[in-house]
């Protein structure tokens, strides 16, 4: 087992040197040191197991030292130390994560046996930590399902970055699953115990996305009664995912460019700046590359985040991973809603696998579950799934011999060329990537008209 590291921070030289001394002699290896700075600073740069810290410091306290630690390492041991000795003071260090308390003039003894106790603690904490981080690893990325060549090559580009603490940008359509990749690297990174913070940037107001990025002093704008803090800010240390940044406003930009470049925010209002240790994921289901040359996005501020790009691929890209994906929703489903379920027939699994999926895994996981609620037994058939899910496969074509022979004959030739244009839009909207502007171009119709035609055959577009 490694020596175990105990820092002392006293300014005492006599005491400094008699705790030093004691704990030596017990085989640990020991720094000391006289001020609070010194030691915040110490504990930044080195790993200690345990702190001895005295409560009355020159220009920083032993209090506030505290508080500092257990911010950055709140598993840390810390073992007061004071020569005025108060019930007070006392209960106020174990509030603020103390693990014990001592009073001068000192029982050596007494303070042997605690220091070996809070280090058997952090021993136990750090298995039992391993034993966590081995669990989720083996539960490889988070739930999720894919096995497809497509979907491999994305696991390994996740991995590269689980130790490089670079900044990620996730690209993909909507429904994808870009935020699951997100919260992989930032759980099996060495940020996994610091937060994760997540800014939908297209769900904010432009207006108010600044404040939320960045906080606000109390008093900055009408309605601001009280101070508040920015995702930089209450992500720090963690993983702030900017989602959808493609949607930003070049004004807004141009400020995130700077946080990321001096590593500091300023909140609305505030006159002073805040350092922040933050690493970033971005993602977009645009393009960004197209939005720089539209000057619709700033190039400077896409080469900062394109530092390790990470693509996801649609699902009708992956289509082997579609009955991995339909067991693991059914399995989850199943026990959500209280109904006995085995699966899909080969038949309505023939209309998934077929199916274009324009809104991805998140559309396939609802038309899962809408499948298994109105489901009258255990395996769910092809009239189980919705209309516009039947209706793209090759199985869904119309026989003119086997139409009902009691449908009139103009309604008979509206149902198949309803047939034809659907398929001849899903077949554009795929060429072009679900971009509208430019499947309406290649169709040689206006884009007012194809979300029309889109909003009648169900072809949601959840890809802008």
């Known amino acids: 087992m490694a020596q175990e590291r105990i820092l002392v921070v006293e300014d005492d030289p006599s005491m400094s040197f008699f705790l030093s001394e004691a704990m030596q002699k017990e085989g640990y290896r020991v720094d000391a040191i006289a001020s609070g700075e010194e030691a915040l600073e110490k504990i930044g740069q080195d790993r200690f197991n345990l702190v001895i810290l005295d409560l009355k410091l020159p220009s920083m306290d032993g209090m506030e030292v505290l508080a500092n630690i257990k911010v950055t390492n709140p598993e840390m041991a810390v073992i007061m130390v004071t020569a005025h000795g108060s019930k007070d003071i006392a209960i106020e260090a174990i509030r603020k994560g103390a693990y014990d308390y001592f009073t001068k003039p000192l029982d050596i003894n007494e303070m042997r046996v605690v220091v070996k106790r809070?280090?058997?603690?952090?021993?136990?904490?750090?298995?039992?930590?391993?034993?966590?981080?081995?669990?989720e690893k083996r539960r490889g990325f988070f739930n999720i399902?894919?096995?497809?060549?497509e979907m491999r090559e994305v696991f390994d580009m996740a991995e590269t970055?689980?130790?490089?603490?670079?900044?990620?940008?996730?690209?993909?359509?909507?429904?994808?699953?870009?935020?699951?990749?997100?919260?992989?690297?930032?759980?099996n990174s060495p940020r996994r115990a610091k937060p994760f913070v997540k800014l939908n940037c297209v769900a904010i107001p432009e207006t108010l996305l600044e404040s939320?990025?960045?906080?606000?002093?109390?008093?900055?704008?009408?309605?601001?009664?009280?101070?508040?803090?920015?995702?930089?800010?209450?992500?720090?240390?963690?993983?702030?995912?900017?989602?959808?940044?493609?949607?930003?406003?070049?004004?807004?930009q141009a400020k995130l460019l700077r946080v990321l470049q001096e590593r500091e925010v300023e909140r609305v209002g505030g006159v002073k700046p805040i350092k922040v240790d933050v690493r970033i994921i971005a993602s977009s289901n645009q393009d960004l590359a197209q939005l720089v040359m539209e000057k619709r996005f700033r190039e400077d501020l896409y080469f900062r985040l394109n530092v390790l790009p990470i693509h996801i691929?649609?699902?009708?890209?992956?289509?082997?991973?579609?009955?991995?994906?339909?067991?693991?929703?059914?399995s989850l489903s199943k026990t959500r809603f209280h109904k006995d379920i085995e699966g899909f027939s080969e038949d309505a699994m023939d209309f998934l696998i077929t199916y274009s999926w324009p809104g991805n895994v998140r559309e396939l996981e609802n038309i899962v579950q809408r499948a298994i609620i109105l489901a009258k037994e255990p395996v769910i058939q092809e009239w189980d799934l919705p209309p516009e899910i039947r209706g793209q496969t090759k199985k869904s074509h119309f026989d003119v011999e086997k139409?009902?022979?009691?449908?009139?004959?103009?309604?008979?030739?509206?149902?198949?060329?309803?047939?034809?244009?659907?398929?001849?839009?899903?077949?554009?909207?795929?060429?072009?990537?679900?971009?509208?502007?430019?499947?309406?171009?290649?169709?040689?119709?206006?884009?007012?008209?194809?979300?029309?035609?889109?909003?009648?055959?169900?072809l949601f577009d959840q890809s802008s």
Do not use: C
């Open 212 to 252: 939320e990025l960045f906080g606000y002093e109390k008093g900055a704008f009408t309605g601001a009664t009280r101070q508040k803090l920015g995702k930089f800010e209450l992500a720090n240390q963690g993983t702030l995912l900017l989602d959808e940044i493609g949607d930003m406003s070049l004004a807004t």
């Open 161 to 187: 970055v689980f130790d490089n603490d670079i900044t990620v940008l996730i690209t993909g359509e909507s429904g994808a699953g870009k935020e699951l990749i997100a919260e992989a690297i930032h759980y």
């Open 403 to 458: 139409l009902e022979t009691d449908i009139p004959l103009n309604e008979k030739v509206e149902m198949i060329i309803a047939e034809v244009e659907k398929k001849l839009i899903i077949q554009a909207l795929d060429k072009v990537g679900w971009k509208r502007e430019e499947a309406a171009s290649l169709l040689g119709t206006s884009l007012k008209t194809l979300y029309n035609k889109m909003k009648k055959y169900g």
């Open 145 to 149: 399902v894919g096995n497809s060549k």
């Open 313 to 330: 691929p649609p699902l009708r890209e992956r289509v082997e991973d579609i009955p991995l994906l339909v067991d693991h929703f059914v």
């Open 118 to 135: 809070a280090l058997e603690r952090e021993h136990l904490q750090n298995e039992l930590r391993q034993l966590r981080e081995t669990v």
